[in-house]
């Protein structure tokens, strides 16, 4: 058990709908980040956040937004569902913002849109 | 950008050696290698940083080769909880630890 929580654990909805996944990180870490991973495939980063901001950003959709609140979790919404955006949804948290922290990842989200 | 890593998939039997590369085209500040078995979370293994810091798990060794901007994570005597796919994340400088992952290499490890 890492200490990174996900919710829901799994996620079907229809195309076009609205999702929003959750992430608490590990007690005293700043930073969340957000990795999506399609049928075995790699883990691509979305996006970063430390302390409440938007630190780094990936190959992140239009359509997909996040963000990190005072208490420090973390939300991340994904709108105008396609069937491309299947995947496993992983939150991750580290300590550091900047310089190398080991990142702690949660057990994921699996989303499947119909 | 992507990292390359190398091979594709291994297949050993228990008891024996492997080494997964992991080479970038762009410089370095650091490199983590995670495991994943299928269908659940990544696990940190170890991070290798720029100036030779290392920090990870006792039973886990690696490399990291900053002129060539390569990475090498040796599994030795492998067990059968060694398999699963191993990832090399990469980092870079001023890259707030964002990681960069390579597509995985696939470890089977048999009786």
């Known amino acids: 058990d890492s200490g990174v929580t996900q919710t829901p654990k799994h996620l079907i909805t229809a195309t076009g709908q609205r999702v929003t996944l959750r992430c608490s990180p590990r007690s005293g870490d700043l930073s969340v980040y957000w990795y999506q991973q399609s049928l075995d495939q790699g883990l691509q980063f979305l996006i970063q956040?430390?302390?409440?901001?938007?630190?780094a950003k990936g190959n992140i959709l239009e359509r997909f937004s996040a963000q990190q609140f005072p208490d420090l979790h973390s939300e991340l919404n994904l709108s105008s569902l396609e069937l491309g955006d299947s995947a496993l949804y992983f939150c991750?948290?580290?300590?550091?913002?900047?310089?190398?922290?080991?990142?702690?990842f949660g057990p994921g989200t699996r989303l499947t849109v119909l | 950008q992507q990292p390359v890593q190398s091979p594709q998939a291994v297949i050993l039997r228990e008891g024996e050696d492997a080494v997964i590369n992991c080479s970038s085209s762009k410089a370095l500040y650091s490199v983590h290698w995670y495991r994943q078995k299928h269908g659940e979370a990544p696990v940190f293994l170890m991070i290798?940083?720029?100036?030779?810091e290392q920090k990870g798990h006792e039973k886990i060794s690696a490399s990291f080769n900053e002129k060539k901007q390569q990475s090498s994570l040796y599994l030795t005597a492998s067990q059968l909880s060694y398999s699963g796919t191993y990832f090399c994340g990469t980092g870079f400088s001023g890259g707030y630890n964002k990681l960069i992952f390579g597509a995985g290499t696939r470890l089977a490890v048999h009786p």
């Open positions: 290798l940083l720029k100036g030779g």
């Open positions: 956040y430390y302390n409440g901001e938007e630190r």
């Open positions: 991750a948290s580290s300590v550091a913002s900047g310089g190398a922290g080991e990142q702690f």
